[in-house]
């Protein structure tokens, strides 16, 4: 099994900073991407950010420029830093993961989701 865990949300002035940390645990073969999806209420959950083995990054236009998202190999861990927050940054984030487990099965997995207010 897999599990995913989320920290480092909470409430923020719009232009403040917020870091959140994701670390993935359990049978796990190898990590084949990394990254952060948001959900606000009323809208369908969209990517942030995103990491993929090798380093190559993607970023939701929303995100360039502000957020930053990277990878910590040794600890199966990603992180998101994001900065010049913004009220329509207020969502549910949600850390995914592409994980090769140690039954060489490809699996989709994701976090339990970490509140990200910002106030105007």
């Known amino acids: 099994q897999v599990r995913l865990v989320e920290s480092g949300g909470g409430l923020v002035q719009a232009g403040g900073s917020l870091r959140l940390s994701c670390a993935a645990s359990g049978s796990i073969f190898s990590i084949n991407a990394m990254g952060w999806y948001r959900q606000a209420p009323g809208k369908q959950r969209e990517l942030v950010a995103r990491i993929i083995s090798g380093g190559r990054t993607d970023y939701a236009d929303s995100a360039k420029g502000r957020f930053t998202i990277s990878r910590d190999n040794a600890k199966n861990a990603v992180y998101l830093q994001m900065n010049s927050l913004k009220p329509e940054d207020t969502a549910v984030y949600y850390c995914?993961?592409?994980?090769?487990?140690?039954?060489?099965?490809?699996?989709?997995?994701w976090g339990q989701g970490t509140q990200v207010t910002v106030s105007s």
């Open positions: 995914n993961a592409v994980i090769t487990t140690v039954t060489i099965r490809m699996n989709d997995y």
